[in-house]
């Protein structure tokens, strides 16, 4: 389970949203995985003291990551995935289409130190009349700061889908994951737009167990 909380001001117009997303992770066999996500979203929009708020289901999605190496220190996966339209289009809480994705992943171990590399290509099928074509790429490093605390810090930039804009949204985040116990993690973070494009600061916080 994810939070997330972006809030951004531009020409007198304040935007903040929240977003609650639950992941379902479930192996098959070694090497594959199955993941469903649900979010639910709040959006709020403030202009000359008039405030807009929306709230419900957002876009469901579902993947399958498929790990086809893995040895050395190094693992390279493909993700699939489609996005449903659970969400309403008119509320602006989703797409109100059915998209779809795939992603190249590769991580490097080298205790104490990981590094993960994603590129991405997303199929932006929308009623908004944003961009179909969106391609997304960051990398992410994790550090073993202790027994059960690791720093992480993200860098990334995604084609923007305003179709009027060619400067694409850019972020860097850090943040902390702590082992409360061998299956549960929690985690903090901020994540902080580097061009005027991505939101200003976005606050994360999360926990995943297994089992």
């Known amino acids: 389970m994810?939070?997330?909380y972006?809030?951004?001001d531009e020409e007198g117009v304040t935007e903040s949203g929240t977003e609650i997303a639950t992941c379902?992770?479930?192996g098959i066999?070694?090497?594959?995985?199955?993941?469903?996500?649900?979010?639910?979203?709040?959006l709020e929009e403030e202009e000359d003291d008039v405030k807009n708020r929306e709230e419900g289901i957002g876009d469901a999605t579902l993947e399958i990551k498929w790990r086809f190496y893995e040895a050395k220190g190094w693992s390279f996966a493909l993700?699939?995935?489609?996005?449903?339209?659970?969400?309403?289009?008119?509320?602006?809480?989703?797409?109100?289409?059915?998209?779809y994705s795939v992603f190249f992943i590769t991580t490097r171990e080298m205790e104490p130190w990981a590094f993960h590399f994603n590129a991405g290509y997303m199929r932006n099928e929308n009623n908004a009349e944003e961009r179909l074509d969106l391609w997304h790429v960051s990398l992410a490093t994790e550090f073993q700061?202790?027994?059960n605390l690791k720093a992480v810090a993200n860098v990334g930039a995604e084609?923007?889908?305003d179709p009027v804009s060619d400067t694409h949204p850019a972020f860097v985040l850090g943040g902390l994951i702590y082992s409360l116990s061998e299956n549960w993690d929690m985690d903090a973070g901020i994540k902080v737009g580097l061009n005027k494009p991505e939101t200003d600061y976005t606050a994360l916080a999360g926990t995943a167990f297994r089992f």
């Open 79 to 99: 993700k699939p995935g489609i996005s449903i339209p659970t969400g309403d289009d008119d509320q602006g809480l989703g797409t109100g289409e059915l998209g």
């Open 2 to 4: 994810n939070a997330e």
């Open 6 to 8: 972006g809030h951004e």
């Open 159 to 161: 084609r923007n889908a």
């Open 29 to 42: 066999g070694e090497v594959l995985d199955v993941v469903l996500g649900i979010p639910y979203v709040w």
């Open 24 to 26: 379902l992770s479930y």
């Open 145 to 147: 700061v202790g027994e």
